[in-house]
């Protein structure tokens, strides 16, 4: 059974900088990708980063140049840095993973960013 356990969220002023993560325990195979979708009050789920087993990143374009995606195979982790973060950046953020078997979510974790 595949478990995703996230850490890192919490309340940060503008500006500031949030390290998430999210570790995966389980089947999850070798050829995978794991990502963060986050959603505010009110809006959709959307893709925030993702990256695959290859190390290869995407990110939404609202995030781009603030936002790194990394992941640690040997741990079946992947982190999510947040740098220069603002109130639009509010929300639960979800850890995701997608396997040739699945895909899976984790329980989400709140970040609130203050003005």
């Known amino acids: 059974q595949v478990q995703l356990v996230e850490s890192g969220g919490g309340l940060v002023q503008a500006g500031g900088s949030l390290r998430l993560s999210c570790a995966a325990s389980g089947s999850i195979g070798s050829i995978n990708t794991m990502g963060w979708y986050r959603q505010a009050p009110g809006k959709q789920r959307e893709l925030v980063a993702a990256?695959?087993?290859?190390?290869?990143?995407n990110y939404v374009d609202s995030v781009k140049g603030r936002f790194i995606i990394s992941r640690d195979n040997a741990k079946n982790t992947v982190y999510l840095q947040m740098n220069s973060l603002n109130p639009e950046d509010t929300a639960v953020y979800y850890c995701?993973?997608?396997?040739?078997?699945?895909?899976?979510w984790g329980q989400g974790t709140q970040v609130t960013v203050s003005s």
């Open positions: 995701n993973l997608v396997t040739v078997w699945g895909t899976y």
């Open positions: 990256i695959n087993s290859g190390g290869r990143p």
